[in-house]
Structure formats: C-alpha cells, structure tokens
C-alpha cells in the first residue's frame, strides 16, 4: 500500500496561511489523494481531495505536484478554529472503500 | 438530517463481557464504513457495508469482531469477550457511491474502555 509522510505538528499564527506538506512518493497512477482533519473530541471531517490537478473549495486549496510525489494543503488564513490534526490520505481506485491513514499533522494556530 | 450518529458516545465494560455499538448513517448514503481509532493513531479501517452486504470484513481485527447493517440503514459492530487492547475509538462513516469522490462522513465516535 502507498503511504503518506507528514509532519507530526506545525505553527501557525492566526489569520495567516498555513501549507502543510505531505510526501507520497510510492503513489500509484489511479490513488486519490484526500486530506481530512480532526477537530478535538470529534470525528474525522473531509476537507478536501485531489486526483492531478490543483483544486479549490470553500475550506482549502489542494496543490499537488507534477510527479504527484508530494501535496500540501493550504489553509488561506488561518483561524483558531482551525487547529486540528490534518491528515493526507491515498484512497485506490480499485479499492474505493479503503483509506489509508497516517498520523497526520497536529496543527497549533497561535492567537 | 443531522449527519452520521452513533451510540454510546462512551461505553465502559469489564475484560471478557460483550459490546455493541450503533452508528445510524446519513439516510440517502448507502455505503457505510467502520474505523477504529487508537490514542494519537489515524483511524484504522475495519470494514464496509454497500446497503446491506458486507463487502469487505478481512480487516477486522478478529473473529471476536462482527459487523451487521441488516436493512441497509442503520449498522451494528460487535466485540464479544473484549479484551483491555480493544480500548480505542470506534467511528463509523457512511458516504454515497456515485463519483469518485467517495467523501466520507464521520460520526462523533464511540469510545470504549475495557478494564
């Protein structure tokens, strides 16, 4: 299984943007890369997902390298309610149920 | 519709004794996923329901380990003489199955303590 490589926590002062890296060098051609977060106590939340190219929704922007070895994801200005752990994630398409989680990134936004 | 639910939120049981959790999806998705979670781990894939057939259960941890969605709606996991290991989080998720984004909606988790 191809995996993901992410930092294990980031900084970040409040109201400004934060990219948080991930590696996926053993990423196959037909894997989906999502990023979901965890807010404390709560669930897994989907924030975004990207297959080559770059996408944007109301929560994040996805860029994904040419090689499609690395993403990162940008949160355009950071809020306290960001902080979280964020996790990048490769999702095959001939297995389309299976998400592969690592332990993501613990982001701290600084007020 | 208020999003994916599941109960207990917390479920505390002595070693050896039997437990089961619900998880009730958001009503139009028929896929259905349950995750197990451990202390500053990502969650754990267990296994998925596509309406009421279980298409994939190799992950789940054991043969102490069954999951049942039997109309297709609401889901069942349930760990019988649990063990002081099988504390975690145990989430479930359910998304649609058209396209290929395959977003998938998290509970709030059940979280269990084996003593």
């Known amino acids: 299984d191809a995996k993901t490589t992410q930092p294990n926590s980031m900084e970040s002062n409040e109201e400004e943007p934060v990219h948080l890296p991930c590696n996926h060098s053993?990423?196959?051609?037909?894997?989906?890369i999502h990023w979901y977060r965890q807010l404390p106590s709560q669930g897994p939340e989907y924030v975004i997902h990207g297959l080559t190219s770059n996408v944007n929704n109301r929560m994040a922007s996805l860029a994904i390298a040419e090689d499609r070895k690395s993403s990162t994801l940008i949160l355009h200005r950071a809020t306290l309610r960001d902080a979280a752990v964020y996790y990048c994630i490769l999702r095959f398409v001939d297995s389309n149920y299976q998400l592969i989680w690592g332990a993501g990134t613990k982001l701290i936004i600084k007020p | 519709d208020t999003g994916v639910s599941q109960n207990p939120r917390h479920k505390i049981t002595k070693r050896g004794q039997n437990v089961t959790f619900r998880c009730d999806p958001i009503?139009?998705?028929?896929?259905l996923y349950w995750y197990r979670q451990t202390l500053g781990q990502g969650p754990e894939f267990l296994t998925y329901f596509q309406n009421e057939a279980q298409l994939e259960k190799s992950r789940l941890l054991s043969d102490r380990f069954s999951a049942e969605r039997p109309k297709g709606s609401f889901s069942t996991l349930e760990i019988q003489r649990t063990e002081q290991g099988d504390s975690a989080m145990y989430l479930c998720?359910?998304?649609?199955?058209?396209?290929?984004?395959?977003?998938?909606?998290f509970g709030p988790g059940t979280r269990l303590t084996v003593t």
């Open positions: 053993t990423i196959s051609g037909t894997d989906y």
């Open positions: 998720a359910s998304s649609f199955t058209t396209g290929w984004g395959y977003e998938q909606y």
């Open positions: 009503s139009e998705h028929n896929r």
